[in-house]
Structure formats: structure tokens, C-alpha cells
């Protein structure tokens, strides 16, 4: 089976750059997985992206060395099951909100006796290895999600469940658990209320022996992360860094645009 790139950077002290898949299309993968990053994740979530547009993207991003994973909608064993025999390294759960929540998660993910996971390793095993039975239940990772007030009040249990790899900091719904809307909604908290909840859930899983990973808006808080001890930082996604490109051209353009307005405008010179 080939091995978790996550794994190996993790083993050699190392933090995790990832990528955020939200549009459906295998191009988009292709061209996100090209790009540097160390990890790419499919968001069958929030994403625009149902199970088969996520196995074409998977497909896709076989071309590179990145390591693809998926967050799935829910804590459904059938989702679960299905992005793994697809061929994610990896699942990032939402709405882990109890140690019980964390234990059927990881139950989900292993295959008899450690857990549940029913054995179809459809494309898996073409892309990952021949061998993937028996050696997916030490290479595959398992993310819960800390988003919610319950999931933030029961952190200790949660981190504490045999085969969780890691948890993975939602912050912006973190953020409407524990403040409400007394706060914009959005990635990159500075609250110093937020940044000392976010930085507990970080503490909380060394303590327990596990990694950490926070979602963030912009390159600088995700360095800023992993100053902090992130041992995974993801930064925008496909969407945010399209718009983002996008705009910036318009609005060159445009500005270049006026400033040569004047000039274009001024009446033809004639010599006599």
C-alpha cells in the first residue's frame, strides 16, 4: 500500500499544508493537486460535490504526489465507508459533538475487529495498493471536527478515543456556538475569546497524543497557526482563491483602464 504523505511529514515533525475542494470538477482538482500543496481535501459537505463527481476527482489528483481526503456531510457510516473505498487517505467528520459521536467515527473508518467498516475497497485498491485490507486501518486518517458548544464542552473525551488521528477546528461555526452572532461569521478569529477557545482545543489534543488542524482564510493566520503548534493548516479553498484571483484581474484592469481614459480622450493635435 503506498503510504499517508500526512503521516510521513507528521513523523518527521513536520505541519501540513492543505487545500479545500468545494467546486465538482476534475480539472479543478487536477489543477489544485499541481500546485505545492501537501494534502487536498474534497468537501462533499459544503461543497458543490456529490459521491461521483468526488471519485472523478480523486481521480484526478492521482497524477500528483498530493494526499486527497474527503470531508464528508455527516457522521454516516455509508458516506464514510464509500470516500474511503474510493480512495481517500483520509475523512474529516463534522459535528463530532461526544466521545460516543468520536468512537462511532473511528468504528466507521477500521476494518473488524478494531472497527466496522465493511470490506469493497472498490477503486482503493487499484489506486492505493493491491494490499489494502490489510494495511489501510494504520494508514488512513481520522479527523473529528470540533465546531459546536457541546463538541468544544466534551473536548477531553473526544481526543481521548482510541484511533482518533486528530481533530480539525471548524472556526466558523465555532465561533456561532460560542458567541452567537455577536461576531461576524468567518475563518481567521482574532477575538481574544476565539483565539484562546482555538488554541485549548490545540492543547487538548497533544495532550492526548494527537494532531491538530485548523481551517483558515489567508496564508499569514494559517502561518500564524502553525507558529501556534498546528500540525495541519488548511488555507481558502478552490472557490475564495477563483473569486479572489478574479477580482484582482477586474479591478486592474479597470484601474489601468482609467488612467488612460484622460489620454484617450484628449482632441488630435494637428500640424499645419
Known sequence: MKPNGIRKIWEEGGSVLNGWLSVANPFTAEIMAAQGYDSVAIDLQHGIVDYQAAVTM???????????????PWLDPAAIMKVLDAGAYGVICPMVNSREDAERLVSYMRYPPQGCRSFGPSRAVFSIGSDYGKSAD??????????????????????????????????????????????????????????????????????????????????????????????????????????????????????????????????MQTSY
Open 58 to 72: 480523486l481521480q484526478a489528483m492521482g497524477a500528483s504526489v498530493v494526499t486527497p481526503l474527503a470531508r464528508v
Open 138 to 267: 494504520t494508514e488512513v486518517l481520522c479527523f473529528a471536527m470540533i465546531e459546536t458548544r457541546e463538541g468544544f464542552e466534551n473536548l477531553d473525551a473526544i481526543v481521548s478515543t482510541p484511533g482518533l488521528d486528530a481533530v480539525y477546528i471548524g472556526p466558523a461555526d465555532l465561533t456561532l456556538a460560542l458567541t452567537g452572532k455577536s461576531h461576524p461569521t468567518g475563518f481567521d478569529r482574532e477575538e481574544p475569546e476565539m483565539i484562546d477557545a482555538i488554541r485549548s482545543i490545540l492543547a487538548a489534543a497533544h495532550r492526548a497524543g494527537i494532531k491538530a488542524a485548523l481551517h483558515c482564510g489567508t496564508p499569514g493566520y494559517a502561518a500564524k497557526a502553525v507558529g501556534w503548534g498546528f500540525d495541519m493548516v488548511t488555507v481558502s479553498n478552490d472557490v475564495r482563491l477563483l473569486a479572489g484571483a478574479a477580482a484582482a484581474s477586474v479591478a486592474s484592469y479597470r484601474s489601468l483602464l482609467s488612467q488612460q481614459a484622460p489620454a484617450a480622450t484628449q482632441p
